[in-house]
């Protein structure tokens, strides 16, 4: 049986063992008021003048005790009820133990096999994913075979962000790094959704870089005016699209602007990986932060070391924003064994 089956039984004991209590109580108090009563016939039997106020007592003593005695027994018989309903009771509690007992070694045999069958499922998805690894790392485009191509497409149509500098600074970082011949910039200060399409399919770059005012669900982009104006607001979602569309869509798009790290899970439907921004961000550190990445990325580090460094110079430079960029991958991808550039052996 069960352990719920015996718990009702106990309940159903107890409960009666209760019941069988209560009416040899009231049984037992029956009793004593009777006795009570006859106690107080017979001491007025004794006082009476007459003779037939005195029979009339003692007959009234002698009913009051035989309704004792009677209540008496009936005590009795509901004490031995009751002490038979413990017992049951009592016997009972030890088969429900045993019954519980036997429940948890059931339950823990399950959990067993349940987290042997999950070890067992955890470590085939362990090999499935290691295979999808090898086998996305293979198809991904491997720019150390041809030169890294970055679209570096700045935005500030107000005129309150340093993109000029900060394309400026990447620029000279490329330039001084490791292999700096192994990567070309096509570079667009005053971006409109334009430079995006056409870099897209002309240009075929591997990385595209954004720099300018962003959300978590748009980027804002330059019109074609020459006066300074408000931006072209571009949502995430179309963003993204413009991605997708083409037929080799880049390994990284890194959104150097503010509250861009939202968009991450997103780009990495179409993209391997994905850089943004979890807050607003200062004009200093975002321009730190990009240029150290891309000195990282020129001098053969993985995707992994340069996002890395390029945290640890925000922070070398005294800002508490280091944390601020994200790296976001899609989840068949390494970021520690992608490599950007990479010289041919």
């Known amino acids: 049986m069960n352990p719920s089956y015996y718990r009702n039984q106990l309940e159903q004991k107890q409960k009666a063992r209760a019941a069988a209590d209560k009416k040899a109580g009231e049984y037992r108090k029956k009793e004593a008021d009777k006795r009570a009563a006859a106690a107080k016939a017979q001491a007025a039997a004794a ?19 035989n309704a004792a005695n009677s209540a008496a027994r009936e005590a009795a018989s509901w004490s031995g ?44 998805r362990l090999s499935l994913t290691e295979g999808r690894v090898e086998s996305a790392l293979r198809q991904l485009r491997e720019p150390k075979k041809e030169r890294l191509r970055v679209l570096m497409l700045g935005a500030a149509s107000g005129g309150d962000l340093r993109v000029n500098r900060e394309q400026a600074r990447i620029r000279s970082a490329v330039e001084r790094s490791l292999h700096r011949d192994l990567v070309e910039l096509d570079v667009h200060p005053a971006a409109t959704v334009e430079h995006l399409l056409d870099g897209l399919t002309r240009f075929r770059p591997h990385v595209v870089h954004f720099s300018g005012h962003s959300d978590k669900d748009l980027i804002v982009f330059e019109q074609d005016l ?46 391997p990986f994905a ?16 240029a150290r990445f891309y000195t990282s990325v020129a001098d053969g580090q993985s995707i992994h070391a340069a996002h890395m460094t390029g945290r640890a110079i925000v922070e070398m430079m005294g800002s508490p924003d280091h944390e601020l960029p994200v790296l976001t991958c899609a989840s068949d991808v390494d970021p520690s064994a992608t490599f950007l550039v990479r010289p041919p052996q």
């Open 47 to 65: 006082k009476a003048s007459s003779l037939s106020t005195r029979n009339s007592k003692v007959r009234e003593a002698e009913r009051q005790e």
């Open 81 to 124: 009820k009751a002490a038979r309903f413990s017992k049951e009771a009592a016997d009972i509690q030890v088969k429900l133990a045993k019954a519980e007992q036997a429940e948890r070694d059931r339950d823990r045999k399950d959990a067993e096999r349940k987290a042997a069958a999950e070890r067992r499922k955890i470590n085939d």
């Open 226 to 271: 020459d006066e300074p104006h408000d931006g072209a607001i571009v949502s995430a979602r179309a963003f993204s699209s413009a991605i997708k569309a083409v037929d080799a869509p880049p390994l990284l798009v890194l959104l150097n602007s503010c509250h861009s790290a939202a968009q991450g899970k997103r780009l990495v439907e179409t993209v």
């Open 275 to 290: 850089i943004g921004m979890a807050d607003e961000v200062d004009d200093t550190d975002a321009i730190n932060y990009a």
